[in-house]
T-cell receptor, first 115, second 112 residues
Framework: GAVVSQHPSWVICKSGTSVKIECRSL??????MFWYRQFPKQSLMLMAT?????????EQGVEKDKFLINHASLTLSTLTVTSAHPEDSSFYIC???????????FGPGTRLTVL | GNSVTQMEGPVTLSEEAFLTINCTYT??????LFWYVQYPGEGLQLLLK?????DKGSNKGFEATYRKETTSFHLEKGSVQVSDSAVYFC???????????FGSGTRLLVRP
């Protein structure tokens, strides 16, 4: 149980285009979802926290107009990277919390490459 | 601020060797401490955790003890297997928040 999926697993796009990444909790209702960014050989950095039906809370230094987060249902959150540029290339990971109160369950990640 | 520091990898061991991956933290108050493991192509999975000083978390032969006096949570396993090859992340969570703060990860490679 407690499976989180992400789609796509990898994406390559041209500079200036927008990319949407989906995060789904497959067998539980996720009251809270988290989006992380991971640079090569570096830690996961929390980008934002989203609760179902409300606006996401962004961490300091994360541009909310650049990284649009929607948590429209208890099983789906999306991250849209708008007008992507090469510096946005990274590994994006989501996690979901629900059911077990204090545990987060992680998706496998999405590798974004912006050319 | 709160932070986690763990040893750089990669760590390369032979099967059945003893494993230690060091992790130290900086935090105010009394954080909960975690080890997560990420196998190739998969998401992070919780390996073990400890919520207060002197607690020992254990799972799948791995152990880590919450040492407040040294602000450490070192991961150990007595005899590693090839299947333990993965990236290991140490993390902390402040009690008042669900936010996790991660170390940079340590890649473990176990050779047959």
């Amino acid at each position: 149980g407690a499976v989180v999926s992400q789609h796509p697993s990898w994406v390559i796009c041209k500079s200036g285009t927008s990319v949407k990444i989906e995060c789904r909790s497959l067998d539980f209702q996720a009251t809270t979802m988290f989006w992380y960014r991971q640079f090569p050989k570096q830690s996961l950095m929390l980008m934002a926290t989203s609760n179902e039906g409300s606006k996401a809370t962004y961490e300091q230094g994360v541009e909310k107009d650049k990284f649009l987060i929607n948590h429209a249902s208890l099983t789906l959150s999306t991250l849209t990277v708008t007008s992507a540029h090469p510096e946005d290339s990274s590994f994006y990971i989501c996690s979901a919390r629900g059911g077990t109160p204090h545990e987060q369950f992680f998706g496998p990640g999405t590798r974004l490459t912006v050319l | 601020g709160n932070s986690v520091t763990q040893m750089e990898g990669p760590v390369t061991l032979s099967e059945e060797a003893f494993l230690t991956i060091n992790c130290t933290y900086t935090a105010t108050g009394y954080p909960s401490l975690f080890w997560y493991v990420q196998y190739p192509g998969e998401g992070l999975q919780l390996l073990l955790k400890a919520t207060k000083a002197d607690d020992k978390g254990s799972n799948k032969g791995f152990e880590a003890t919450y040492r407040k006096e040294t602000t450490s949570f070192h991961l150990e396993k007595g005899s590693v297997q090839v299947s333990d090859s993965a990236v290991y992340f140490c993390a902390l969570r402040k009690d008042s928040s669900y936010k996790l703060i991660f170390g940079s990860g340590t890649r473990l490679l176990v050779r047959p």
